[in-house]
């Protein structure tokens, strides 16, 4: 087993890893604000691919130039969303509260493909491609790109959390709705943030992908499932263990792809949620 | 005691209406259509469906000028000039919505026949429901092998079988043997794990030992909604084949040919089966990077040097449907001539009749679009005349290559590096 | 709020049974009719199901066609490799998706609600990736049961599917019937208990762990017997097809739009939404853009935001306070 190729594996499980890691980010986020799972966001991300695809194909915007677009109006989409829906679920109990991201999963997916139809389509050229050589080992710019732009937002996300005077309110909204409010934290605008936050994590994903991932309704669900289990396995609620955890996910495929087989490769990542909810259930980082 | 009155009246009516109404020759034939119209592969089903259309048309209108049978004459001249009328249903890729579809097509549609049905599990459960009501059923694109492996007497196929095609696939690579030293001598397979996958695997692993020459190397297997093919690609570089054989469908297509590039990874050659690695949304996913691929084809525009016909029915798909003809929608046009050549010489409407008329088919190939022999079916409803042929993207379009007596551009072999 | 059974009178329900048996007598030469009811009748069975599970037990599953698959499979297995008689096989048709629901069980349901709904998903994908590949069950290229001679025997039927519609309509009213009694015993009562608390459940001594096993090993026991009726209804397993997420989502959808929680939920949303789904496909034959998935994802949100009691809370609405009788209160 050479060296070169274990060092290849690896530097591709990074970069998977990295887009895995950003989507979990913005799930984790909404959940650790509000305790609502966005079963939607699989949705998200594919609404981010095809507004890139969009952007590219009617004005030849590149996808790197529009990603702070793309990241912009997700944020704004995640906003609506939490406006005409989710708040009028919080109120509610936790049964309408699955319903309603629920419904919107198949409302979107629908949605796409009665717009769109159920045609895939591919980013031709962007800048974002061809590979840099590192010795004998071959990174493709696409995910340098997708390790790159995820630590950038991560940080950023990050700082705004735990750096902001916003952040310092989110996060005392998270905590304790009522005390946050009474000090006069708009708590509902908390929330409507960590939508709109979340759903431009989302957005950047979405056009990092859109240089080598091909288009099409049901994309999301290519991703959100392992998503989801990187959010569980680094906790619910925390930022660096959605990191953490995404990356370790995009690693594993990799090697049981490779080593074990690639049909499979994802049974082994769900089989890891069961086992982290069952013998951890905060997950590596999570709060209890 | 309004419900017996109903009956009756209907009963009545329609005993007036057979009274009143002498059965013309000239009333339509009834054929029932099964494709996918919605969901995933919408798009495919309906460019499908439209070659059924070209071919109903032509059968039904005056075409003096295409030197095929039952394009001169208006309708079926068997049946005194009878159109065909063709009744569409979407099955929707559910086997159960298909047979469903079958049995309402037969029952309330009163169809003599029907074509179906582009997903090989679709035609699998109508084509059941045919074989029980005695319904005459003919698949000009589904391809799973042990459609017609059932002793059914009632479903033809003018298709080739996956492992008629992945049988080529060999028969061209000992070609390429003969002429590059014999530098070929292991095959990987990658597949995609849904049924059409999983078959052209188990079709190509049964044949290495017809062809010795040829070792089986890696056998690489993915699941359709995978995120990336990192691991199946280095698989594939760890193992060394000198040829690849694939069966992907064209998303998985762009995103496996992407990442050869970014790994390098260059086999003497890489062949596919189905349109993916030669159709247009590859080519223009990947611009040069597109060339060298051989794709295993069915149909090709190139055709039309040899036979004026195929030019001449491309280009009236072309103005019709507002794209190019491709290998799927040409095999469903050719399936519906052979049924309405049948119909035609079974002089009848009787489904028995219209059966054995198809048993009896014998079409030669200058009749056809396709590069066949000929329409032929043995005992088990199979055309045995069908040939395949192979086409490598050069410079952008797509050439027929192989067999060579059909060539249009001389094939590339081996690739050469990525730029 | 009372969710016991509406308070449909007796002879509504034997009126409208009555109906429902004599119903083949004017569409049963009516393929597509008979079809649709049939179908009706079998998702009604299988969101009552989910109904089980995720309106009385309060445990959202969107992984639940898993269980009508294992119950297809099951049975179809049986009667490929063993040449076994379905009815014979019907109770390791139930068996096998009872087991595995109650060994997914174990885990799952320490976790919370939303930890749940991802565990189901998750399971339920995993068992669909392993089946493509698994040669013995047929991988991707799936089973089909050989066809034999029709009769109740066989429990095929080729030339008249009116059988099919009576066992369909039969499973369909045990299962209901199952459910009212199950939701007036104490059982039912401790379910929902645990769904709207499960703290103060086990502050009284009980386990809510083993509430909500039994509610699933219910479920997952209508589901198997639904998937092995498919299987005789269209001779024809695979993943694709049985074990799909399409079913999950599907089942769930009807549970929820008609009414979850509710005994004539499930019902009432196959009824409404499967005559959707097929006149739709129809009508929008040709431009494939699955409008009812549009419709029930819009209808679902609304229901979320506005009426978490689906169809029938409307209707409760609707027909006002003179249908609202107060049911009599649960006791043990």
Redesign the interface.
């Known amino acids: 087993m050479s060296e070169q190729l274990i060092l290849q594996l690896v530097v591709s499980g990074l970069g998977m890893g990295f887009i895995f890691a950003l989507i979990a980010i913005g799930l984790t986020l909404i959940?650790g604000v509000m305790d609502?799972?966005n079963?939607a966001h699989g949705e998200f991300i594919m609404l981010g691919m095809y507004a890139t695809y969009l952007a590219y194909v009617t004005w030849g915007v590149d996808p790197v130039l529009s990603l702070p677009f793309v990241a912009g109006l997700m944020f704004c989409f995640g906003l609506v969303v939490y406006y005409l829906?989710i708040r009028?679920?919080l109120t509610?109990?936790?049964?309408?509260?699955?319903?309603?991201t629920?419904?919107?999963?198949?409302?979107?997916?629908?949605?796409a493909?009665?717009v769109m139809?159920?045609d895939y389509f591919a980013v031709r050229n962007s800048w974002l491609s061809g590979v840099v050589r590192l010795g004998d080992v071959v990174l493709p710019v696409p995910q340098i790109a997708a390790v790159v732009g995820s630590s950038l937002a991560t940080i950023l996300l990050y700082l705004l959390v735990f750096r902001t005077s916003i952040g310092r309110q989110l996060r005392a909204a998270a905590q304790d709705p009522q005390a946050a409010s009474t000090l006069g934290i708009n708590v509902s605008l908390m929330y409507a943030l960590a939508w709109g936050i979340g759903a431009a994590c989302v957005g950047v994903a979405a056009s990092l992908l859109s240089n080598f991932y091909y288009i099409f309704p049901r994309v999301g669900?290519v991703f959100v499932?392992l998503a989801?289990?990187a959010v569980?396995l680094g906790g619910?609620g925390s930022i660096h263990g959605a990191l953490i955890a995404g990356v370790l996910i995009g690693l594993l495929q990799v090697v049981i792809g490779f080593f074990v087989?690639s049909?499979?490769k994802?049974?082994p990542v769900?089989?890891l949620?069961?086992a982290v909810?069952?013998l951890r259930?905060r997950g590596l980082f999570g709060r209890s | 005691m309004s419900f017996t009155r109903r009956r009756f009246s209907l009963a009545a009516g329609s005993a007036l209406a057979f009274a009143a109404k002498p059965a013309f020759a000239a009333d339509p034939v009834k054929v029932g259509a099964l494709y996918?119209?919605?969901?995933q592969v919408?798009?495919s089903?309906?460019d499908t469906l439209n070659g059924i259309r070209l071919a109903v048309d032509i059968i039904n209108k005056k075409y003096p000028n295409l030197k095929m049978p039952l394009a001169a004459d208006e309708g079926l001249p068997g049946l005194g000039g009878a159109p065909i009328e063709l009744i569409?249903?979407?099955h929707?890729g559910?086997?159960?919505?298909g047979?469903?579809e079958a049995?309402?097509l037969i029952?309330?549609s009163k169809v003599v026949a029907l074509v179906g049905a582009f997903h090989s599990?679709v035609a699998?459960?109508s084509s059941?429901v045919a074989e029980?009501?005695g319904v005459p059923y003919i698949s000009g694109e589904s391809e799973?092998t042990?459609l017609t492996e059932r002793g059914y007497r009632w479903f033809f196929r003018t298709t080739p079988s996956s492992r008629t095609q992945a049988k080529d696939f060999f028969t061209f690579l000992r070609d390429i043997n003969k002429t590059h030293n014999n530098s070929v001598k292991s095959i990987a397979v990658v597949h995609e794990?849904?049924?059409w996958?999983?078959?052209f695997a188990k079709s190509v692993d049964a044949y290495f030992k017809e062809f010795p020459e040829f070792q089986k190397s890696i056998f690489v297997?993915y699941?359709q909604g995978t995120a990336d093919v990192t691991s199946e690609v280095q698989k594939l570089i760890a193992a060394k084949p000198d040829a690849v054989f694939h069966a992907s469908y064209d998303a998985e297509a762009i995103l496996f040919a992407r990442t050869y590039k970014q790994y390098g990874f260059n086999p003497q050659g890489i062949m596919a089966i189905g349109a993916s690695f030669g159709s247009s949304a590859f080519r223009d996913a990947l611009g040069a990077d597109a060339n060298y691929f051989f794709v295993r084809e069915h149909w090709s525009r190139d055709l039309a040097a040899r036979n004026p016909l195929v030019g001449e029915v491309a280009k009236m798909y072309r103005e019709r449907y507002g794209k190019d003809m491709d290998g799927t929608p040409a095999r469903a046009f050719t399936a519906m001539m052979v049924l309405g050549d049948a119909i035609n010489h079974a002089k009848s409407r009787d489904p028995e009749k219209i059966r054995d008329a198809l048993a009896a088919t014998d079409i030669k190939g200058d009749a056809l679009i396709m590069p066949w022999e000929g329409v032929k079916f043995d005992k088990t409803g199979q055309n045995i005349l069908t040939r395949g042929i192979f086409v490598q993207t050069l410079d952008g379009t797509p050439k027929m290559v192989w067999p060579a007596d059909f060539a249009a551009a001389k094939l590339v072999w081996p690739r050469p590096a990525w730029r | 709020m009372n969710r016991s059974f509406p308070a449909l009178p007796a002879t509504l329900i034997l009126a409208g049974l009555a109906v429902l048996l004599l119903l083949p007598f004017a569409i049963g030469?009516?393929?597509?009719e008979l079809?649709m009811a049939t179908l009706i009748f079998l998702f009604a069975t299988m969101g009552q199901a989910w109904n089980v599970l995720?309106g009385y037990g309060?445990q959202?599953s969107?992984g639940h066609g898993l269980y009508f698959g294992l119950g297809a499979y099951t049975s179809a297995l049986l009667s490929v490799k063993l040449g076994l008689n379905p009815w014979l096989g019907l109770p390791l048709a139930i068996l096998v998706p009872t087991i595995c629901a109650v060994i997914v069980g174990i885990?799952?349901f320490?976790?919370r609600?939303?930890?749940f709904?991802?565990?189901t998903?998750?399971?339920a994908?995993?068992v669909f990736?392993?089946f493509?590949?698994w040669e013995w069950v047929g991988?991707?290229?799936?089973l089909?049961i050989p066809?034999k001679r029709e009769g109740w025997l066989n429990l095929q039927f080729?030339?008249d599917k009116t059988p099919y519609y009576y066992l369909a309509l039969g499973l369909l009213v045990l299962v209901t019937a199952g459910v009212w009694w199950l939701s007036r015993s104490r059982l039912g009562f401790l379910l929902r208990a645990v769904r709207d608390d499960e703290a103060a459940v086990r502050s009284l001594g009980f386990s809510p762990q083993a509430y909500k096993s039994i509610a699933m090993a219910i479920s997952a026991a209508i589901m198997g017997a639904a998937g092995m009726f498919?299987a005789q209804?269209?001779?024809?397993v695979?993943p694709?097809?049985v074990l799909g997420?399409h079913i999950s989502?599907l089942v769930?959808?009807f549970a929820?739009l008609g009414g979850?929680g509710t005994l004539f939920g499930p019902l009432l949303g196959a009824a409404v939404l499967v005559p959707l789904s097929e006149y739709s496909?129809?009508a929008?034959?040709?431009?494939?853009?699955?409008?009812d998935?549009?419709i029930?994802?819009?209808?679902?949100?609304?229901?979320?935001?506005?009426q978490?009691d689906g169809l029938v809370g409307w209707i409760r609405r609707v027909a006002g306070s003179a249908r609202r009788r107060r049911a009599p209160t649960q006791q043990g």
């Open positions: 959940y609502v799972v079963f829906l009028r679920v509610g109990n936790m049964q309408s509260q699955i319903f309603a629920f419904g919107l999963m198949v409302f979107l997916q629908a949605g493909q009665f139809g159920a669900a499932l989801y289990v569980a619910f087989s049909e499979l994802y049974v769900y089989m949620y069961l909810v069952l259930p | 996918p119209l919605s969901g919408a798009k089903g309906e569409a249903a979407d929707q559910s086997p159960e919505t047979a469903a049995e309402r029952v309330q599990s699998a459960t059941q029980r009501m799973a042990p794990s849904t049924l996958g999983q078959e297997g699941q | 030469h009516r393929p597509f079809r995720g309060g959202i969107i885990p799952c320490r976790l609600g939303h930890y709904v991802i565990a998903l998750v399971v994908e995993a990736q392993v493509t590949v991988g991707a290229i799936g089909e066809v080729h030339r498919h209804y269209v001779l024809f695979d694709f097809s997420l989502v769930a959808l929820i979850s496909r129809i929008f034959s040709g431009s494939g853009r699955n409008v998935l549009l029930y994802g819009f209808l679902i949100m609304v229901i979320a935001a506005y978490p």
